[in-house]
């Protein structure tokens, strides 16, 4: 096997959204396993929102990748060489393996290795969907949505950055809920995507001049619960509509470029006092002991053509540099994913 | 008896804080009881901070006192007449009774009376306790507190108008909860108050040059539950110090001087999902089904001294015309009321 490993290391602290600048491809060696570890090929990376807030300087909820340190990613990776009993020859596993072609790491909990995959739990699915719908991406759609937004049969649900993966996935669960689904998305593709591929009720271009108006005749009851992806003037309009009662969820900031300093915007307390509304964050890593539960659910309703999802994929490491821009351009649709491995 | 009934009437949307020159006082005639009917004395009025609500042109959860209707308002009264067999000449009343002198209202459930004062209830408890600690202030203080803010024994709880009607009563529960109390309110005065008076464990003067750094070493190991009666500056410093899991309730927003156009502040998205803390706004009335058994625990803790309160009194109907801007310039020491009759 080739012993160059090619990686993706953080040079800079982005102010804002991570670019190509703030990254830099080199080359390491592949390190053979030693007791109790395993060589791990990465196949596919997950690109993620949250990678912001991984390399930016403000605090967030995980601690930071340092700077020359290898990108933090969520990986699909194949095992080429097991020094672990747990772990053989071919074994396919998902995990924490960073921005690079191989990795070299311990088995067990103790190591990033979330999880080996079943291939009876996968039936036909794609693997790929380990890293998306039945992943962290639907896992936060899932807990986001039921546990935070407790929707009922009935209610009016809008999710924010619609046409993404988690917002994809948000919309169809809250079908399955019973509920009524408004997408925000932006432009004509991303809403015809909401309504026709994912089922949504309605779909409002935050784009168009008359966002607000739309959205009005869309939720013309009220909000019920706002799957909040983006926060920013979006999630300021959808604030004026909330119902008494609705639970706002916030999961993602897409739409303000940086969060250094101090970013303004109207102040929501009065419109959370007369509505009895709530504002509550969401982190999905806080439900891991109802991971499996939810994934099986997850997996049903896949399988059911219940949910449907699409991946966005893009070929070799070099491509990892300029795609978290391209998450928060929105130039993704589905599911971002670096390929890196044409095999399998 | 006199035929005369001062009343004060609305005769002008107040953006911002009602003054003085919004109302009038007039005089009206005291209108004999018809059948199903009592005459009222109004002997004590509740001046509270949600009256602001009640006569702006903003959307509010209770509908707007019409300009040229008597001013909305909670008053303990003496049916002096009655005609409705469930109320005796000399029985003590709650209600929603208005800033006048005397009321003429039906009985019942279908009117404006609340409850009327059972005397064994009250003990040795003043009367007047039931439009504050025993009403409708502790009542929410009870509820935003415990049903919404969740505290747990050791959690740090912090109040902004902490030595008012509703904030000490706050402070004082989060005490009986087994919490560590901090208050925020202006001054050496109230604060000797929360810490003296009301046993808080610490209390912070907003409007102290260190106001911040203070309150962080009030609050070590940050905010676990945080009874917002302010918004504006003194809420964006405590949001800056919440813990992971933090509960904010919203009751009030005294530090907002007008909600008229658009207010900005800082944007509180990324806090909430970084720390996974919410903020809920809360009324009072959606917990009117539970009312008798918090007020039970109200009186109980009232009478074991476990909860003190302050009443700050003014005299005379003309009285009310300055109560509302005096409550919001922090001019009064506890629950204020205006004191209608000198017997009793």
Redesign the interface.
Known sequence: MRSKNRQVRLVARPEGIPAPEHFELVDDVVREPVDGEVLLRNDYLSIVPAMR?WVSA????ATQVAVGDVMRSAALATVLRSQHPDYREGDRVVGAFGWQEFATVPGGSNGPIDFKVDPAFMSDIPETSLLGVLGLTGLTAYFGLLEIGRPLPGDTVVVSSAAGSVGSCVGQIAKISGCRVVGIAGGPEKLRLCTEEYGFDAAVDYKAADFEPALARACQGGVDVYF?NT?GGI?DAVMRHINVGARVI????AA?SS?SG??????????????????????VY?YRQQFDRARDRLRDWVRDGRIRFQEDVLDGIESTLDSISRLYRGDNRGKLLVRLTRNP
Do not use: F, H, I
Not at 250 to 253: A, L, P, R
Not at 264 to 274: A, D, F, H
């Open positions: 807030g403000e605090k967030n909820y909040d926060a999630s916030v999961c993602g900031t303000v969060w101090q970013v303004m915007g109207p102040r929501v307390e009065r419109k959370l006092l007369v509505q009895r509304a709530s504002m509550r964050g969401m982190l806080d």
